[in-house]
């Protein structure tokens, strides 16, 4: 088990890497650990920490990455950062390499998944939308017909005798 000052990021206090925790926790598969350090969004501490990871290390990273991604959908957009970073810093020997292709292939197929099914809410949510408002007028017109009536129904004039 990791101490709470293992995850803490390495290097001076002006640089933040994680790298050392980082390589560490893939190296043992240590998945919490692996979730806390991803959790960061400092984009300096994911850049430094990227660019101190071998080329090797960075694909086992995007293969985790891409694995929970898959399994919890709701972290691609908290994992972007450190996707782009990987990518940007590893391009070359992701697309060499078998593995980095099948992971990259992987990768790209969820986010076209999860690009059409954004496709189909905003079509869906454009439909809602449209019944509400729909529903919005004809309540609207249902409560000033029903103020006619109520004002028709009343005598204009009244006579006292």
Known sequence: MM????AQPAGSAGERSFSLSLTQALLTADKPLLEKLLQTTDTHAIE???GDLPPPLA????EFICANVIKVPNQLYGREG?????LRHNCAFFSQNMRGRAALLKLNKHIKQRLSANQALLRLKGKVDTVVYLSSLAYRKRQ???IERKNASEPLITYDD
């Open 3 to 6: 101490t709470k000052d293992a």
């Open 48 to 50: 430094t920490t990227v």
């Open 59 to 62: 694909l086992s990273l995007l």
């Open 82 to 86: 450190w996707i782009n970073t990987l």
């Open 144 to 146: 000033r017909e029903a």
